[in-house]
């Protein structure tokens, strides 16, 4: 009899555990972005927090996978990458930087609701790029394969910086 409960109470807790991981690639849930006071941090990956890059807080991806985040409201999109574990709210499905909540804008009511697509499960580190203007205009489920990336050397340290001209389009500069 205890072996028999015991096989019982193993069967549910392994289905709960395995119903804790959505199958899907699409989720919906609330969104909201860093506050100004953790700028030059550090996240759960060890890189630094920086408001004008577009990454995320997610729980359960792993770190570089891509995102394709949806405002619901008014369906602006935007791409962020993920390198931070939360949010710590259980109301909140994604924590986003200043800039991707900037893009959906959600900055001034602080919270939206938002469509979450996995573009690119774990590929992506911080000292690979990827272009974000071309991955919004190709629909998640078409993008298949990304190129190579050229890597760094490890002596000295490159930062891409993703910046949105005053005409809309998005450049990439390098700073050491």
Excluded: W
Excluded at 24 to 30: L, M, N, Q, R, S
Excluded at 123 to 147: G, H, I, M, W
């Amino acid at each position: 009899m205890i072996l028999k409960s015991l096989c019982v109470t193993l069967c549910f807790a392994i289905n709960f555990l395995t119903n804790l991981l959505p199958d899907e690639k699409v989720t919906t849930g609330k969104a909201s972005f860093y506050a100004h006071k953790f700028e030059g941090r550090r996240t759960s990956s060890g890189q630094t927090y920086r408001a004008k890059e577009h990454t995320a807080a997610h729980r359960f991806h792993p770190f570089g996978t891509l995102l394709e985040i949806t405002n619901k409201a008014n369906g602006l999109k935007t791409i962020v990458r993920v390198n931070d574990r939360g949010p710590h709210s259980k109301a909140r499905l994604i924590d986003l930087s200043y800039a991707a909540a900037k893009d959906l804008g959600i900055v001034s009511c602080g919270t939206g609701d938002v469509l979450v697509k996995v573009i690119s499960e774990g590929k992506y580190t911080d000292n690979q790029l990827f272009d974000r203007e071309s991955l919004l205009e190709k629909k998640a489920e078409e993008v298949n394969t990304f190129p190579t990336f050229p890597k760094f050397e490890e002596k000295e340290k490159k930062y891409m910086k993703v910046v949105k001209n005053a005409d809309g389009s998005i450049a990439v500069k390098y700073e050491k």
